[in-house]
Nanobody
Framework: QVQLVESGGGVVQAGGSLRLSCAAS????????MGWYRQAPGKQRELVAA???????NYADSVKGRFTISRDSAKNTVYLEMNSLKPEDTAVYYC??????????????WGQGTQVTVSS
């Protein structure tokens, strides 16, 4: 019943910016950490950035200083501001959220992914 919906992916030129959004909806009791993962061709899925409900954030070294994660807890929405994009940032980006829904235990939920392509 809980679902995550990403938006904001697309094609941009190197050096450009893009903002991803992810909204969680459904029978949500509480949302803990939310974050973004990505998977590039031929590589494993990796954590890009994560943010707890208390405001603690962490980033992959490859994006630190270029990407910014934020969230609107009231809307159960997490954002990823991506600046100074590089071709190596090209990947499918997945939203992740640790959620406790009504009548069930807390667990991770995943979005379907949104493609980000950075051209040279």
């Amino acid at each position: 019943q809980v679902q995550l919906v990403e938006s904001g992916g697309g094609v941009v030129q190197a050096g450009g910016s893009l903002r991803l959004s992810c909204a969680a909806s459904g029978s949500i009791f509480a949302v803990d950490a939310m974050g973004w993962y990505r998977q590039a061709p031929g590589k494993q899925r990796e954590l890009v950035a994560a943010l707890t409900s208390g405001g603690n954030s962490n980033y992959a070294d490859s994006v630190k200083g270029r990407f910014t994660i934020s969230r609107d807890s009231a809307k159960n929405t997490v954002y990823l501001e991506m600046n100074s994009l590089k071709p190596e940032d090209t990947a499918v980006y997945y939203c992740n959220a640790n959620i406790r829904a009504y009548r069930t235990t807390q667990r991770d939920y995943w979005g379907q992914g949104t493609q980000v392509t950075v051209s040279s």
